[in-house]
């Protein structure tokens, strides 16, 4: 490896690094560390993960062997843990192309040390979150005819209905997400290329796409790269708009609203920065990554949740205010029952988890304490899975003909895949983190001052 | 001259900075002589870097996205608009059989598919990608670490000394020519 010769003199604009100059070199070379033998914790992790998957596998395989009477959902709510998980996962996808394009496009400092990670956490959400339209059907052999393509069976995708659109929208979040996320990785990609040997030499080459830092391909990338951000940070709006119009556009008591679409995008944004902070923290610890990834970035994640948080209670405050003010009855009714009804507990785990646990955050001193960053990140997590549960089982176990009316809860099976689905998800981040540079190298290295010989002259 | 006779009578010189002021101040000198055809090579793209090689010209990579982006709305207008109008019997809510909002949203995420997939494939035109056959002095693997390049692949025999002489001049930490400028750093980390 090449030497880091950049002592400048100069200090790190990397606020929480050490307190001495940062190197082009010593970056590369803190950060390709993590690729190497893992640890044993490493190694728990993943056998963690890969057990939660495989309880969520064989749940899936009991579906498919006995049929969907094995899952809760039936008549009237014949979306249940299913879609909850769907919209919960495509919200965790979330927060990584906000922070990677329009943190970009806004120049955020701190970004750089975490939107790798985020955009990994986005991919991989998004993929898991694909997992569960297919698991909804039942009969997911035939999941293809989700999509459009001529055919003899006289169906067509009605693209005046949302779940066309629903599809649209995810299909075209996961493919510009990769796009994008693989498009940043190529120049760290070579950087791994460069030190190493054998196989894996070959295996990041083909990746690297013979990138080697010419003027040329560094002039195409960044033109390329802006407008990567522009395209992606109106889709990172449009998606979850999209999503909430499966419920908005439906005329079901607390679901037909147009403070949907915001209600729905801050709330993507609040439990996205949540499971930053709940991955980012254990994984800084596992790979020590401390120079690159601090409390800095936790902090200003923190922010962006009370910002989030802050519109979210805005949102249920004027879901109540708009029932009441519209004199509707079944409206009334719907949201009354959600407060008191059987689902009550549900409803208020969310307002404690999504309105009361972030405001401690005001204060900079717990907003700053690591054990309370993971503590109330990983409660805001709960409480947006149980909105969405709120959201969507509620309404539709409390529909107009209170004739239909039905209590449901989730069966083993239904919780075996939400389990599976959270180990599918950590199984894709911790491999990733072990083969590829989880904090972006090359975005580092634009922070550190440059090596200036003029300074070296100085002294 | 033929091609072959050129290469014949070209020799391929390297010059490696470990300071970027440096290594600007070679590039200037390098232009101010009227020299042209090096290639320049960095660890990170430096705007002070593309400006002193392009001059503020920009990346023509944004005539693919709008290409892209165009094709893609008018991809999706005519999906969703030929797909109803050859059944019209998905008519839902009384909606005309062409109708325009809820297309709008099919022709949006057609246009940001289409954009980024015709922004990719630029990126991939222009910056000559996939890379595997450049010039083996630009394969030097301190490119991609800490060091910046400037690279003649194909310098005239007659301009050699007054170029190496330029780059040493400009504080450059390692000059070489000929085959010499083939580096390999030892595999130390993976």
Same mark, same amino acid.
């Given at each position: 490896?090449?030497?880091?010769?950049?002592?400048?003199?100069?200090?790190?604009?990397?606020?929480?690094?050490?307190?001495?100059?940062?190197?082009?070199?010593?970056?590369?070379? #803190?950060?390709?560390?993590?690729?190497?033998?893992?640890?044993?914790?490493?190694?728990?992790?993943?056998?963690?993960?890969?057990? $939660?998957?495989?309880?969520?596998?064989?749940?899936?395989?009991?579906?498919?062997?006995?049929?969907?009477?094995?899952?809760?959902?039936?008549?009237?709510?014949?979306?249940?843990?299913?879609?909850?998980?769907?919209?919960?996962?495509?919200?965790?996808?979330?927060?990584?192309?906000?922070?990677?394009?329009?943190?970009?496009?806004?120049? &955020?400092?701190?970004?750089?040390?975490?939107?790798?990670?985020?955009?990994?956490?986005?991919?991989?959400?998004?993929?898991?979150?694909?997992?569960?339209?297919?698991?909804?059907?039942?009969?997911? /052999?035939?999941?293809?005819?989700?999509?459009?393509?001529?055919?003899?069976? =006289?169906?067509?995708?009605?693209?005046?209905?949302?779940?066309?659109?629903?599809?649209?929208?995810?299909?075209?979040?996961?493919? !510009?997400?990769?796009?994008?996320?693989?498009?940043?990785?190529?120049? #760290?990609?070579?950087?791994?290329?460069?030190?190493?040997?054998?196989?894996?030499?070959?295996?990041?080459?083909?990746?690297? =796409?013979?990138?080697?830092?010419?003027?040329?391909?560094?002039?195409?990338?960044?033109?390329?790269?802006?407008?990567?951000?522009?395209?992606?940070?109106?889709?990172? *709006?449009?998606?979850?708009?999209?999503? &909430?119009?499966?419920?908005?556009?439906?005329?079901?008591?607390?679901?037909?609203?147009?403070?949907?679409?915001?209600?729905?995008?801050?709330?993507?944004?609040? &439990?996205?920065?949540?499971?930053?902070?709940? %991955?980012? @923290?254990?994984?800084?610890? %596992?790979?020590?990554?401390?120079?690159? !990834?601090?409390?800095?970035?936790?902090?200003? *994640?923190?922010?962006?949740?009370?910002?989030?948080?802050?519109?979210?209670?805005?949102?249920?405050?004027?879901?109540?205010?708009?029932?009441?003010?519209?004199?509707?009855?079944?409206?009334?009714?719907?949201?009354?029952?959600?407060?008191?009804?059987?689902?009550?507990?549900?409803?208020?785990? @969310?307002?404690?988890?999504?309105?009361?646990?972030?405001?401690?955050?005001? &204060?900079?001193?717990?907003?700053?304490?690591?054990?309370?960053?993971?503590?109330?990140?990983? %409660?805001?997590?709960?409480?947006?899975?149980?909105?969405?549960?709120?959201?969507?089982?509620?309404?539709?176990?409390?529909?107009? #003909?209170?004739?239909?009316? /039905?209590?449901?809860?989730?069966?083993?099976?239904?919780?075996?895949?939400?389990?599976?689905?959270?180990?599918?998800?950590?199984?894709?981040? =911790?491999?990733?983190?072990?083969?590829?540079?989880?904090?972006?190298?090359?975005?580092?290295?634009?922070?550190?001052?440059?090596?200036?010989?003029?300074? %070296?002259?100085?002294? | 001259?033929?091609?072959?006779?050129?290469?014949?009578?070209?020799?391929?010189?390297?010059?490696?900075?470990?300071?970027?002021?440096?290594?600007?101040?070679?590039?200037?000198?390098?232009?101010?002589?009227?020299?042209?055809?090096?290639?320049?090579?960095?660890?990170?793209?430096?705007?002070?870097?593309?400006?002193?090689?392009?001059?503020?010209?920009?990346?023509?990579?944004?005539? /693919?996205?709008?290409?892209?982006?165009?094709?893609?709305?008018?991809?999706? =207008?005519?999906?969703?608009? *030929?797909?109803?109008?050859?059944?019209? @019997?998905?008519?839902?809510?009384?909606?005309?059989? !062409?109708?325009? !909002?809820?297309?709008?949203?099919?022709?949006?995420?057609?246009?940001?598919?289409?954009?980024?997939?015709?922004?990719?494939?630029? $990126?991939?035109?222009?910056?000559? *990608?996939?890379?595997?056959?450049?010039?083996?002095?630009?394969?030097?693997?301190?490119?991609?670490?800490?060091?910046?390049?400037?690279?003649?692949?194909?310098?005239?025999?007659?301009?050699?000394?007054?170029?190496?002489?330029?780059?040493?001049?400009?504080?450059?930490?390692?000059?070489?020519?000929?085959?010499?400028?083939?580096?390999?750093?030892?595999? #130390?980390?993976?």
């Amino acid at each position: 490896m090449g030497s880091g010769t950049g002592l400048t003199g100069v200090e790190s604009k990397l606020p929480g690094a050490p307190n001495r100059p940062l190197t082009y070199g010593e970056t590369n070379r #803190d950060i390709l560390r993590v690729l190497l033998k893992p640890s044993a914790m490493y190694f728990a992790a993943l056998a963690t993960t890969v057990t $939660m998957m495989l309880i969520g596998g064989w749940a899936w395989f009991q579906q498919i062997f006995w049929g969907m009477g094995v899952a809760g959902i039936t008549h009237p709510t014949m979306w249940g843990v299913y879609i909850v998980d769907f919209v919960f996962w495509v919200g965790i996808g979330h927060a990584g192309t906000l922070i990677s394009a329009i943190l970009f496009l806004v120049r &955020s400092r701190w970004r750089t040390g975490v939107y790798r990670a985020s955009e990994a956490m986005t991919v991989f959400a998004v993929m898991t979150a694909l997992l569960f339209p297919v698991l909804h059907l039942g009969r997911c /052999w035939q999941a293809y005819w989700f999509f459009p393509y001529p055919n003899q069976r =006289l169906l067509w995708l009605n693209f005046k209905s949302p779940l066309a659109w629903d599809v649209f929208a995810i299909s075209t979040y996961f493919c !510009v997400s990769c796009v994008f996320f693989y498009v940043g990785l190529i120049p #760290d990609i070579a950087s791994f290329r460069d030190h190493s040997k054998g196989l894996v030499k070959k295996f990041y080459s083909l990746l690297a =796409l013979g990138w080697h830092g010419t003027s040329r391909q560094w002039q195409h990338y960044m033109g390329a790269y802006g407008f990567f951000a522009a395209l992606a940070a109106p889709l990172v *709006l449009s998606v979850h708009t999209v999503v &909430s119009w499966d419920f908005a556009m439906a005329p079901t008591g607390g679901w037909h609203s147009t403070i949907f679409p915001p209600y729905f995008v801050a709330g993507a944004i609040f &439990s996205g920065c949540a499971m930053v902070i709940s %991955l980012l @923290m254990p994984m800084t610890y %596992l790979f020590k990554w401390e120079k690159y !990834v601090n409390l800095w970035h936790f902090e200003s *994640l923190a922010k962006m949740c009370l910002l989030t948080s802050g519109i979210l209670t805005y949102a249920y405050g004027m879901e109540y205010f708009i029932a009441w003010y519209s004199q509707n009855p079944y409206e009334q009714a719907i949201f009354f029952w959600r407060a008191t009804g059987e689902y009550s507990g549900a409803f208020w785990l @969310m307002v404690f988890c999504n309105c009361v646990a972030p405001l401690p955050w005001y &204060s900079k001193k717990i907003r700053t304490n690591p054990m309370a960053l993971f503590i109330i990140a990983a %409660l805001i997590n709960v409480g947006m899975w149980m909105e969405r549960f709120n959201i969507i089982v509620s309404s539709l176990a409390h529909n107009f #003909d209170p004739a239909t009316w /039905w209590f449901y809860m989730p069966t083993w099976v239904e919780i075996s895949i939400t389990i599976g689905s959270a180990g599918w998800f950590g199984t894709w981040f =911790l491999l990733f983190c072990k083969t590829f540079p989880a904090v972006a190298v090359t975005e580092i290295k634009e922070m550190v001052p440059p090596p200036l010989k003029g300074s %070296l002259e100085a002294k | 001259m033929s091609p072959a006779a050129a290469a014949a009578h070209s020799v391929r010189i390297k010059a490696v900075y470990n300071h970027f002021d440096a290594f600007l101040t070679g590039v200037d000198r390098l232009k101010r002589a009227g020299f042209t055809g090096f290639e320049v090579t960095a660890p990170l793209p430096r705007h002070e870097l593309l400006e002193a090689i392009y001059e503020g010209r920009p990346s023509p990579v944004r005539w /693919w996205t709008l290409v892209g982006g165009v094709t893609g709305m008018t991809s999706g =207008l005519l999906l969703t608009s *030929l797909t109803h109008a050859s059944w019209p @019997m998905i008519n839902p809510g009384g909606k005309p059989t !062409v109708a325009i !909002v809820p297309f709008a949203v099919i022709m949006f995420e057609c246009t940001i598919l289409f954009g980024a997939l015709a922004t990719f494939a630029g $990126m991939i035109v222009h910056a000559g *990608l996939p890379g595997f056959f450049l010039d083996k002095a630009l394969k030097d693997p301190r490119f991609t670490d800490a060091s910046f390049g400037i690279v003649f692949t194909r310098a005239s025999e007659r301009d050699q000394d007054r170029i190496m002489e330029l780059l040493n001049g400009s504080g450059a930490t390692e000059v070489t020519s000929g085959d010499d400028t083939v580096y390999e750093v030892p595999n #130390d980390t993976l």
